[in-house]
Antibody, heavy 120, light 110 residues
Framework: QVQLVQSGAEVKKPGSSVKVSCKAS????????INWVRQAPGQGLEWMGG????????NYAQKFQGRVTINADKSTSTAYMELSSLRSEDTAVYYC?????????????WGQGTLVTVSS | QSALTQPASVSGSPGQSITISCTGT?????????VSWYQQHPGKAPKLMIY???KRPSGVSNRFSGSKSGNTASLTISGLQAEDEADYYC??????????FGIGTKVTVL
């Protein structure tokens, strides 16, 4: 049973970058996409992008193109999401979630979430 | 990609059935049978309830069912229970490894 464990909460200044990690354990890592989803306080879920570790191919939501980078380290079964040029609106809980074994069918499991606070 | 449309809130009494709609376009829901539904309790990570529009993961109660017709997907909760009170989100594949979520629906058990 795959489990995803994310890095801890971060506090960042506007204009800086943040890098959140997502480590998989207990199952296959490389063959299934890892996605990143964020949730601003009191708001809904927003898909940011995803990566297939075995190929290194990443895809991003148009909204985040140029500001987000997702990569993966197969040797440590860890995916990373880096968001740059942070602004207050980026304050949110960031989740990683793995694709089901049926491609594009849904996301399970999810990481526990990482709170990123952007404040001067 | 615009967010999928869901009602802001739906409510029902214990034991009743409720249905949450999720309306997209011919570019996402209408083209792909790849709609999933998530339940989220306050302060918790989302939980997958339905995938491929109508399939239930192991361990999810059979009180939850999904369907799709045209550009609209639906989640039905039958025999509503207090523990079903949560936020529910739909999500659709939109091609080219892109996904879009719905705006979310708050379910209240009266």
């Amino acid at each position: 049973q795959v489990q995803l464990v994310q890095s801890g909460a971060e506090v960042k200044k506007p204009g800086s970058s943040v890098k959140v990690s997502c480590k998989a354990s207990g199952g296959t890592f490389s063959n299934y996409a890892i996605n990143w989803v964020r949730q601003a306080p009191g708001q809904g879920l927003e898909w940011m992008g995803g990566i297939i570790p075995i190929s290194g191919t990443a895809n991003y939501a148009q909204k985040f193109q140029g500001r987000v980078t997702i990569n993966a380290d197969k040797s440590t079964s860890t995916a990373y999401m880096e968001l740059s040029s942070l602004r207050s609106e980026d304050t949110a809980v960031y989740y990683c979630a793995r694709d089901l074994e049926v491609v594009a069918a849904g996301f399970d499991p999810w990481g526990q979430g990482t709170l990123v606070t952007v404040s001067s | 990609q615009s967010a999928l449309t869901q009602p802001a809130s739906v409510s029902g009494s214990p034991g009743q059935s409720i249905t949450i709609s999720c309306t997209g376009t011919s570019s996402d829901v209408g083209t792909y049978n790849l709609v999933s539904w998530y339940q989220q309790h306050p302060g918790k990570a989302p939980k997958l309830m339905i995938y491929e529009a109508s399939k239930r993961p192991s361990g999810v109660s059979n009180r939850f069912s999904g369907s799709k017709s045209g550009n609209t997907a639906s989640l039905t909760i039958s025999g509503l229970q207090a523990e079903d009170e949560a936020d529910y989100y739909c999500c659709s594949y939109a091609g080219s490894s892109i996904y879009v979520f719905g705006i979310g629906t708050k379910v209240t058990v009266l």
